[in-house]
């Protein structure tokens, strides 16, 4: 106790004690800081995860103050949300970059949907779709981010890429956002939701996904095609 004591009384003066100095950055700005605490609640989630790690356990393994620790992140489930967001921007940027309208139709949505299934049913994408659902109805600010920036920004993407193959007269769809939404729920079914809810543990095999997606594929183009 007398050692954890010790270190905090030894910890470099706050970020915005600093920053009134004009030594550093306005306090919540230092992409360098963030970059730390994120890093550090990583380790804090991944050794005790979400529900008993605490502020002050991400605080000491990131080596800041609790002081500094709440001027970027308001409470944890801020700050398990914004990492989680950074891995999902990355997912969905390399998800995106697959719909590559020069290249035939079926080949890439076969691709894309099997390189999204095997994504979303990792188990760490699956834990943080669980905590976000937890957390939704008493901050429906995070549950509306990580709506619009996972799933809604990957339909539009899908819709824009459909839109391109209506245009040059590969399919025949009326409502292509409707049919993008619908495309990525043939691509994942049976396989997402027994996972979410902790019915299945293991991601699904590479066989399984292939028949779930190239089901889902036919369906679409059965539907769709010109």
């Given at each position: 106790?007398?050692?954890?004591?010790?270190?905090?009384?030894?910890?470099?003066p706050s970020?915005?004690s600093?920053?009134?100095?004009?030594?550093?950055?306005?306090a919540g700005?230092?992409?360098?800081?963030?970059?730390?605490?994120m890093?550090?609640?990583?380790?804090?989630?991944?050794?005790?995860g979400f529900?008993?790690?605490s502020?002050?356990?991400?605080?000491?393994?990131?080596q800041?103050?609790?002081?500094?620790?709440?001027?970027?992140?308001q409470?944890?489930?801020h700050l398990f949300?914004?990492?989680?967001?950074?891995?999902?921007d990355r997912?969905?940027?390399?998800?995106?970059?697959?719909?590559?309208?020069?290249?035939?139709l079926e080949?890439m949505?076969?691709?894309?949907?099997t390189?999204?299934?095997r994504?979303?049913?990792?188990?760490?994408?699956?834990?943080?779709q669980r905590?976000?659902?937890?957390?939704?109805?008493?901050?429906?600010?995070?549950?509306?981010?990580?709506?619009?920036?996972?799933?809604k920004?990957?339909?539009g993407?899908?819709?824009?890429?459909l839109?391109?193959?209506?245009?040059?007269?590969?399919?025949?769809?009326?409502?292509?956002?409707?049919?993008?939404a619908?495309?990525?729920?043939?691509?994942?079914?049976?396989l997402?939701?027994?996972?979410?809810?902790?019915?299945?543990?293991?991601p699904?095999?590479?066989?399984?996904?292939?028949?779930?997606?190239?089901?889902?594929?036919?369906?679409?183009?059965?539907?769709?095609?010109?």
């Open positions: 106790m007398k050692e954890l004591i010790s270190l905090e009384k030894e910890e470099p970020e915005a600093e920053a009134r100095r004009g030594g550093r950055p306005p700005t230092d992409p360098q800081k963030r970059r730390q605490i890093e550090g609640a990583g380790r804090v989630f991944t050794n005790l529900d008993a790690a502020m002050s356990d991400v605080a000491r393994e990131a800041v103050s609790k002081a500094t620790l709440y001027v970027y992140f409470d944890k489930e949300t914004a990492i989680c967001a950074e891995r999902r997912n969905i940027g390399e998800l995106i970059a697959l719909l590559d309208t020069a290249k035939p080949e949505l076969t691709a894309f949907g390189d999204m299934v994504r979303i049913s990792q188990p760490q994408v699956i834990a943080a905590i976000v659902i937890g957390v939704a109805e008493r901050m429906p600010e995070i549950g509306r981010e990580f709506f619009e920036a996972g799933a920004r990957l339909v993407a899908m819709t824009e890429f839109d391109h193959h209506v245009a040059r007269g590969t399919l025949k769809i009326e409502n292509t956002f409707l049919a993008a619908q495309f990525m729920e043939l691509a994942q079914a049976t997402f939701r027994p996972r979410l809810y902790a019915v299945a543990a293991e699904p095999s590479e066989e399984e996904i292939r028949n779930t997606v190239t089901s889902a594929v036919g369906v679409f183009l059965a539907a769709y095609r010109t």
